[in-house]
């Protein structure tokens, strides 16, 4: 079992920045892949960028390239997405989410798929106003 608990979320205008969190615990040493994922009201859950845990493989949704930053610190189980430049569009619940070992490889082509995770997290809610 992997707990996740992501935090940062916020308010802001068109413009700024904010720096989401997300705290693994549990079984972590089972994780191969963390993503973060975002699901705007009425719309399907996307990925928004996703990192291998061993590696430097990093991928990211077209509409946030340039703008967002996901990285990582195993040391303290931490993935993080830097969001700069927000735009309304952005606004969304932003959910953490792992994938374990015990789901084989996961193709290039799906890491961006939210059915390829196992665990998630509550969610943190970022809105940008115009």
């Known amino acids: 079992q992997v707990q996740l608990l992501e935090s940062g979320g916020g308010s802001v205008q068109t413009g700024g920045s904010l720096r989401l969190s997300c705290v693994a615990s549990?079984?972590?040493?089972?994780?191969?892949?963390m993503g973060w994922f975002r699901q705007a009201p009425g719309k399907e859950r996307e990925g928004v960028a996703t990192?291998?845990?061993?590696?430097?493989?990093?991928y990211y949704h077209d509409s946030v390239k340039g703008r967002f930053t996901i990285s990582q610190d195993n040391a303290k189980n931490t993935v993080y997405l830097q969001t700069n430049s927000l735009k309304p569009e952005d606004t969304a619940m932003y959910y953490c989410?792992?994938?374990?070992?015990?789901?084989?490889?996961?193709?290039?082509?799906?890491?961006?798929?939210?059915?390829?995770?196992?665990?998630w997290g509550q969610g943190t809610q970022v809105t940008v106003s115009s």
């Open positions: 989410a792992a994938r374990t070992r015990d789901l084989g490889p996961l193709p290039i082509s799906a890491t961006m798929d939210p059915t390829s995770y196992k665990y």
């Open positions: 549990g079984d972590t040493y089972s994780t191969t892949w």
């Open positions: 990192i291998y845990r061993a590696g430097t493989n990093i």
